[in-house]
């Protein structure tokens, strides 16, 4: 079975410009999470997802980033102008009641570099 | 609030040898759930083992161990005959509200091993 999938695995862009992440969760699994980590520490949540719903948003900086969850499946994360702070890794999981991974199941990540 | 410490920011260890990683938590949910992750250069998060707040026994998984005192709010992980490809970044994470999917998950902010050859 597939885990889940983000892309791109790497992008550098130059700052105020726009940028986006994809999300494929695994099939079935109705929670999906960005997490967002800056060098050197942990990752913290920027938003979840209950199918198409966004339950949690309150870490998510909302004048520059957006998020959607279209039909409760893929999710696009998107920065919108990008600047050099939100260099980061940006990390999505997916959990449901399968319980693989006693509930979370993450991606290799998008490591964003601003420029 | 929820809250993971880690207070080692970095450990250097002998390969073979086994290490300790400290974790200590803070919750007033008597349901929660305890995650050690290992994440490599490369940036994947990596599950290695899970506690339950209920769980009687500590978690075992191969060379991991998970060392619980409840009572000290304390999840350590053991790494037993510890190998070169051991090292990364650990983190300690947290979920309350015990096993629900909708529970978000808390993490530390890492300890950095490194295990010499």
């Known amino acids: 079975e597939a885990g889940v999938v983000q892309s791109p695995r790497y992008k550098i862009i130059e700052k105020k410009q726009p940028v986006a992440f994809w999300c494929n969760p695994i099939s079935g699994h109705n929670t999906l999470y960005w997490y967002r980590q800056n060098l050197g520490q942990g990752p913290e949540l920027l938003i979840r997802y209950e199918n198409e719903e966004a339950v949690d948003d309150s870490q998510l900086p909302k004048d520059r980033f957006s998020a959607e969850r279209l039909k409760g499946v893929d999710s696009t994360l998107k920065i919108q102008p990008a600047e050099l702070g939100d260099s980061a890794v940006y990390l999505c999981a997916s959990s449901g009641r399968d319980r693989a991974n006693y509930g979370y199941t993450f991606g290799s990540g998008t490591r964003l570099t601003v420029v | 609030a929820q809250k993971i410490t880690q207070t080692q920011p970095g450990m250097f260890v002998q390969e073979k040898e086994a290490v300790t990683l400290d974790c200590t938590y803070d919750?007033?949910?008597?349901?929660?759930?305890l995650f050690w992750y290992k994440q490599p250069s490369s940036g994947e998060m990596i599950f290695l083992i899970y506690q339950g707040s209920y769980d009687q026994q500590n978690a075992t998984e191969g060379r991991y161990s998970l060392n619980f005192q409840k009572a000290r709010k304390s999840a350590n992980l053991v790494i037993s005959a510890s190998q070169l490809g051991d090292s990364a970044m650990y983190f300690c994470?947290?979920?309350?509200?015990?096993?629900?999917?909708?529970?978000?998950?808390?993490f530390g902010s890492g300890t950095r091993l490194s295990i010499r050859p």
């Open positions: 919750t007033s949910d008597p349901s929660y759930g």
């Open positions: 994470a947290m979920r309350e509200r015990g096993y629900s999917s909708a529970s978000k998950i808390i």
